[in-house]
């Protein structure tokens, strides 16, 4: 599995992010920066991801977890999950992965599955905190039925190894031919391993849970 490295992954989502919204925005950084003072949330995520990135100014970790900071504490809970990845990695602050789990829980809480997919994976790995195989999977549920997809791929291998989960087949294939059609090339390689073990009706009954999940999504995705 790809265990913390999906953490790391969690920091280039930020990147992508963040590198569109600079991209889109016109306004000079030092009008970004009077506004974010004067209280305009926005406008202080536009400014933390700036100073992340180094796009518009000298890239300063620092002010980047200060203005993250500050909307966590306003509970924004993309901006919880921000600080959570900087503390665990020591950006701007000192490491301190008990604090970054503070923040992960707190954005969790309000369903952000990229934080719930990151309390998976310090579990999984238990490198940072305890490994603890039924509380990475629980979170990884939770972040994979809220569509992360590297939550899913991970959640399928745990079902296929029995990893804080029954070992379930079924669950296993459907959990990765979900993430496998939204393009992630591990799960990809994992269908066909998954597959050997299946037989015809097993297979069977896991597409047409694949294709019932994808076709509800689209639906609830649809203007």
Wanted: net charge positive; charged share 20%; aromatic share 8%.
């Amino acid at each position: 599995m790809r265990r913390l490295v999906i953490i790391v992954c969690a920091a280039l989502s930020l990147t992508l992010a963040a590198s569109k919204i600079m991209a889109q925005s016109v306004v000079p950084i030092d009008d970004i920066k009077i506004r974010a003072e004067a209280g305009d949330r926005t406008a202080a995520r536009q400014l933390a991801e700036a100073y992340y990135l180094g796009r518009g100014v000298e890239q300063d970790f620092k002010q980047a977890v200060q203005w993250y900071e500050k909307l966590a504490k306003q509970g924004d809970a993309r901006s919880q999950t921000a600080v959570g990845l900087m503390y665990l990695r020591g950006y701007g602050v000192e490491k301190d992965t008990g604090t970054a789990m503070k923040w992960w829980q707190l954005a969790a809480a309000q369903n952000d599955p990229a934080a719930q997919y990151n309390l998976g994976s310090l579990f999984l790995e238990g490198k940072e905190v305890g490994q603890n195989y039924i509380d990475a999977a629980r979170w990884y549920q939770q972040a994979a039925t809220r569509g992360h997809v590297q939550a899913q791929s991970d959640l399928g291998l745990m079902f296929f190894h029995g990893k804080g989960v029954e070992k379930n087949l079924v669950q296993a294939y459907y959990w990765s031919a979900i993430a496998a059609q939204q393009g992630d090339d591990v799960a990809q390689g994992n269908l066909k391993v998954i597959a050997t073990e299946m037989n015809q009706g097993q297979i069977k009954e896991a597409e047409a849970r694949t294709q019932e999940w994808l076709k509800k999504t689209r639906k609830v995705g649809q203007p």
